[in-house]
């Protein structure tokens, strides 16, 4: 796996990991419940202290124990919909370079619509008359925003799927009489595993981005506390405007880690589909000189490249 | 000519989608949702003109059909009639001809601006690969992969309440002491750019790495090519033989803007609810606090329809642009 050794990569995965961890655990090892309120009778959030590490909101809720609590549902969510979309997709996008034709022409009609869609606009007028027990649910909510996250993914898949299909190795399977769904599976489809992976990561990107900022606008209400619902509840009370930078600083900050920890990995990513794109200053490509007309070349790599079967040295004198 | 009228054919079928979908929404969703979000405003004060015209648009009282519904709703489109706002008691063409402008401000000046500085960044980081903005990637990257509104916030905390630098509320100075007129005036329209810096910062930074990537991408697998190799050999000053491969590479990142046009125009009108800023987005944030149901779809109606019109724009200048795109079809 040569996109492992990027320091990018690295620590995306890192990053990533510590956050599906926290995700996981958080509620476990927060110190109070999300719903825990500290003083029935104060309305005014108290800035981060001793006791509470992140201060407390309006309702006297410790805000560390929300932060720890916040993220499964969202994080959930996220990848839920970045799965489901990536299902799709590949649906979508395999079926419609394979097949061509018409089918092609409408599946790729049908994508570049759900394109030109504005996904959160759509969202908010689907989900705004739900009944709150509807909008609680992980798997559904996951599937509608997924629902308007597939149509990339479908668009750079078909591109990739009809390259594919004309290689030399697919005609070769298809005139020694594999099946077409043998084709798709073993020769097409893992050849387009990088590009899935970005397309993933991608959508999981969108998916946070969406499913925070429908909790913020108070388009859903989720049943358990999320980064979003703390946002939300944040803007209700003018946090911004009043200083409470506490209650609304952290949440945000944690998408926005879930964001850059995604999107590092997805750069390694990037790499590998196409090595030509490569950063001069990290990973293999270090120390290379690019310049215009000569191909670049590895110096530490060069004396392997110019014997590639080394010759000892008695057996040349004998 | 034939690609021209295959694209046209497109948006129609598409801006019809979109106007059927629409009119669909409402009324696909599970139980009866959309009655209980309108009989919750039949309790609020609204006259009962009001809620006829309610009634009519979602079919809800009289016993009409789909079909004659849908129909009713299409000649109202025609007419220019998206519905009473139950919010503001006004028409919500109304409505959105007071905000649209603020929007398409935002949205333009920013998309011009993120598209400008991003390519030419993308041109010399894809140039010089071996430079230090090639190292300054990642950190482009950091705006795109954080979601607007969260961008927003940090951009009105760090730069507008901490900072001081820029207003970061409103559209233009509302203030006790402020006497502005809106208009063509000095003092409104200085008031104007000042509390749009904010906004339209938080849009370029987050639109901004798409046009660097791609552009830089484009840059890289450009300058492999025989003609600028060429013009390097006829020995031609640095910068034009840039400009040769640069020229080439700019017309993908075309249909890209069209592909991401969605996404910064959704992005943007979240930015606006940040900074209270008096565009569509805004208008958004109201009508969903108030259930206004009508606003809503008719925004979302608008906001499609202008960006399958964008989208319409960008393709049709990638055919006069690219040859290539004409002999395609």
Known sequence: MRALRSPKVLAGSALLLVLLLLAVVGPLIAPHSADWQADRTSGLPLAPSGRFWLGTDQQQHD???RLLSGGRDTLLISFLAGLFACVLSVAVGVTAGFVGGLVDDLLSALANIFLALPGLLIL?????????????????????IALT?????????RAQTLALRAADYVEAARVIGERTWRIILFEVVPNLLPILASAFIFTVIYGIGTYTALAWLGVISPASVTWGTVLNEAQASGAAVNGYWWWYLPPALAVALVGIALALVNFGIDEVINPRLTSARTGRARGVVFRLGLTPVLKSAAPQAASPTPVPLKEAQP | MRT??????????????????????????????LQNALAKLRGANLD????????AQYGTGADHSLLSQYLTYLSGLLHGDLGLSTSQSAPVTSILGDTLPWTLGLVGTATALAFVVGTLAGIVVGWKRNGLLDGLLPAVTFFQSVPYFILAFLVMMTLGYFGGLFPYQNGYDTGRHAHLTPGWNGPFVTSVIEHGTLPALTVVLASLAGWVIGMRNMMITTMDE?????AAAKGLPQWRVAAVAARNAILPTISNFALSISLVVTGSLVTEIVFTYPGVGWQIYQAILTGDYPLLQGILLVVVLTVLAVNLVADLAYVALDPRARKEA
């Open chain 2, 48 to 55: 009962p003109d009001a809620i006829r015209a309610l009634e």
């Open chain 1, 149 to 157: 996250a597939w149509a990339w993914g479908a668009r750079v898949l």
């Open chain 1, 63 to 65: 805000l560390f124990s």
């Open chain 2, 4 to 33: 021209l009228l295959r694209r046209l054919g497109f948006y129609l079928l598409a801006g019809f989608a979109a106007v059927t979908l629409n009119f669909f929404l409402a009324r696909l969703l599970p139980g009866s949702a």
């Open chain 2, 226 to 230: 025989d003609y600028v190799l060429v």
């Open chain 1, 124 to 144: 908010m007028v689907i989900m705004k008359p739900l009944p709150p027990a509807e909008t609680s649910d992980p798997l559904l909510i996951g599937s509608v």
